[in-house]
């Protein structure tokens, strides 16, 4: 029993990759098609409704093998304020980083404005963040703002 029980902890450590943490429950598959997970081939876990004490229930998701750069990393803001990321390499946490809002979201977030444009054309959305700390993006093209629980992902 307690050689099973240690065999499966080695397959939960990272030796060298990313744990996304502090993910909504709710959200986690958002992580997951946001960072393109679907499509990689290293080997991912991924948790959902583990119990917090921050946050009562949570997501969390690790990846071997793979690091993402500031860009996709940026991306998660849109989903939540408070996802960490950390950067194992050899088994020891090297990084731990709170991800931020970028200056601008481009192509991921839906313009809640039935008129704008982008609605209506095959282009990219683009928002600029006008309030990084209440999450507020005003899209390029209509000046409509969009407040963080009004986000819709493309
Ligand atoms: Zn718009």
Same mark, same amino acid.
């Given at each position: 029993? %307690?050689?099973?029980?240690?065999?499966? !902890?080695? =397959?939960?450590?990272? $030796?060298?990759?990313?744990?996304? /943490?502090?993910?909504?429950? &709710?959200?986690?598959? &958002?992580? =997951?098609?946001? !960072?393109?997970?679907?499509?990689? /081939?290293?080997?991912?876990?991924?948790?959902? #409704?583990?119990?917090?004490?921050?946050?009562?229930?949570?997501?969390?998701?690790?990846?071997?093998?793979? *690091?993402?750069? %500031?860009?996709?990393?940026?991306?998660?803001?849109?989903?939540?304020? #408070?996802?960490? +990321?950390?950067?194992?390499? &050899? *088994?020891?946490?090297? %990084?731990?980083?709170?991800?931020? +809002?970028?200056?601008?979201?481009?192509?991921? =977030?839906?313009?809640?404005?039935?008129?704008?444009?982008? #609605?209506?054309?095959? +282009? $990219?959305?683009?928002?600029?963040?006008?309030?990084? /700390? #209440?999450?507020?993006?005003?899209?390029?093209?209509?000046?409509? &703002?969009?407040?963080?629980? %009004?986000?819709?992902?493309?």
């Amino acid at each position: 029993m %307690e050689k099973t029980r240690k065999s499966e !902890l080695l =397959v939960a450590a990272l $030796q060298n990759g990313t744990v996304i /943490d502090h993910i909504p429950s &709710d959200k986690v598959f &958002d992580v =997951v098609n946001l !960072l393109g997970l679907t499509s990689i /081939d290293t080997p991912i876990t991924i948790g959902a #409704n583990l119990s917090s004490h921050k946050m009562g229930s949570k997501g969390i998701i690790k990846i071997a093998d793979r *690091y993402f750069t %500031e860009k996709e990393c940026s991306k998660l803001s849109v989903i939540a304020p #408070n996802i960490v +990321m950390s950067i194992i390499r &050899d *088994y020891e946490v090297v %990084e731990k980083k709170r991800i931020s +809002m970028p200056n601008e979201i481009c192509g991921i =977030v839906k313009c809640g404005n039935p008129k704008c444009i982008t #609605n209506h054309e095959p +282009m $990219q959305t683009v928002f600029d963040v006008v309030d990084k /700390d #209440n999450g507020t993006l005003r899209c390029r093209y209509c000046n409509k &703002d969009i407040h963080k629980g %009004e986000i819709k992902l493309l």
